[in-house]
């Protein structure tokens, strides 16, 4: 008889808070942001839909059998499975969209999400018994899917303190959240045509509910459950990140960090300077500063952000702002000069790397003129001498 293989039958069951613990770190250490933690009652939600066995202890954070704990870290899907089956409380929405609780409030009297359910949480000595509303965290995180027309950005970086910039929007009637078909094209990110198309060969499609002929208004819930059902739009599970790769060219030091939520924005006048803004822990923080403020700023070897091919910026970099916004977390911005600023050969470490910015005539950044982009900058001591001699 195997030893080993009893010794696994025979383990006992494990605490609900455990089990989150686990869960976490499988999600990640650091977790993403805009991904709250797990939490025990999450245990007891992830039981209730058949993705663990109860093995006794409270029914709203139970005991659970960490061998089938171990199966669910393991799983590449766990993200989605926690979206589609644990509700979110008002705070834990609030990380999750990245913004502060008051504009979530905002959203609810908006009449934009509402909830699926509630608990009862005691507080003992700060009032007693709190009837705290549970919200689909597959609806939380659709909201900046369905809802375009918002400024997220905006919404995600304004200061405490300041009004909500959801303030000035006026409630949606019940039963009256409709949208154009050029709207559900929006959402979908095809054309009005394509829209069209699916209305005349699906007979499933929602029924218009007002409006004309030639501009039919559809219910917004209807069009959105129909979208999903049909694979044309998906709930996302995680908000992609940058990584940065910095180092200090006074000391050597080098520095690999991750922004999660990345706003990057490029310059397109070489005399003016890039920006990197994103969410970070406090620890990658104080190492982002300390490296930036040595010397003339730091080079980033490497900056890998959605929406653009990899970075290279041969120096300047440097810690520009930090603050705490939305839900408590914080927020740093880097900035460099959009002069220094090149694309990575594809499938290199380094060598050469061209020009992110345009440039009218060569100056003495760069002494290639064979293109508008300027030219070439070398990132090796062995590129050609196109450029600043910076060893990467």
């Known amino acids: 008889m195997d030893a080993e293989a009893v010794r696994a039958a ?45 093995l006794g202890g409270d029914a709203g954070c139970p005991d659970v059998h960490p061998d089938q704990v171990e199966a669910l870290a393991r799983r590449r899907d766990l993200p989605v499975i926690l979206d589609r089956h644990v509700p979110l409380g008002p705070d834990q929405v609030a990380v999750r969209l990245g913004v502060r609780r008051v504009d979530f409030d905002r959203m609810v009297d908006l009449g934009w999400i509402t909830p ?19 919200y689909s965290a597959q609806d939380v995180a659709l909201l900046p899917v369905i809802r375009p027309e918002v400024d997220w950005h905006e919404l995600r970086t304004v200061a405490p303190g300041r009004r909500s910039p959801l303030s000035a929007l006026t409630p949606t009637p019940e039963g009256r959240d409709t949208m154009l078909m050029a709207g559900i094209a929006r959402i979908a990110g095809v054309g009005r045509a394509a829209v069209a198309n699916w209305r005349r060969r699906h007979p499933d499609f929602p029924a218009s509910t007002g409006g004309t002929a030639t501009h039919p208004e559809f219910d917004r819930p209807a069009a ?37 939520e990345p706003w990057l924005q490029l310059a397109t006048d070489a005399t003016a300077d890039d920006q990197l803004s994103g969410w970070t822990s406090d620890h990658d923080a104080d190492a982002l500063a300390a490296l930036t403020a040595d010397g003339e700023g730091a080079a980033i070897r490497r900056l890998t952000a959605p929406g653009t091919q990899p970075l290279t910026v041969l120096g300047g970099a440097r810690l520009i702002d930090r603050s705490r916004r939305g839900a408590g977390a914080l927020r740093v911005t880097v900035s460099w000069p959009g002069a220094l600023r090149g694309h990575l050969a594809p499938g290199q470490a380094g060598g050469p790397a061209r020009h992110g ?14 293109q508008t982009c300027g030219g070439l900058l070398p990132t090796r001591p062995t590129a050609p001498s196109t450029g600043p001699q910076r060893n990467r």
């Open 116 to 134: 699926t359910g509630a608990v009862e949480i005691d507080y003992k000595r700060q009032g007693g018994v709190t009837r705290v509303p549970l």
């Open 224 to 260: 959105v459950a129909w979208l999903l059902a049909h694979d044309k739009i998906t709930a996302p599970s995680s908000i992609p990140s940058a990584t940065l790769v910095l180092r200090a060219d006074s000391t050597g030091k080098e520095l690999r960090c991750r922004l999660d």
């Open 10 to 54: 025979l383990r006992g069951p494990a605490a609900a808070f455990w089990a989150a613990e686990r869960l976490n770190e499988a999600l990640g250490e650091l977790l993403p942001f805009g991904r709250p933690r797990v939490t025990a009652a999450a245990v007891g939600h992830l039981v209730r839909a058949g993705h663990l066995a109860c």
């Open 357 to 370: 910015v345009p440039h009218t005539a060569p100056g003495p950044e760069c002494r290639c003129a064979r």
